[in-house]
């Protein structure tokens, strides 16, 4: 759901020449959670695709 919101923001925003930098970022990390949480993934998830690139854990442990 929230993908599918943030490519229509896109839609409307290129249409006036808005700059859209930041939420073709968004959108990016959206399809990326996605393809690898699955599509019930919650906000809270976002951060998972980049603590697993990172190589850490935001506010807790890194697992083994």
Known sequence: MIVNEVRLHLDEAKTP???TEVADAVARL???VID???P???L???IKPIERAA????G???QN
């Open 30 to 32: 959206w399809e990326v």
């Open 40 to 42: 019930e993934s919650d």
């Open 36 to 38: 690898e949480l699955g």
């Open 60 to 62: 807790g442990k890194q």
């Open 17 to 19: 020449g808005v700059s």
């Open 55 to 58: 190589g850490v854990v935001v």
């Open 44 to 46: 809270t998830a976002a």
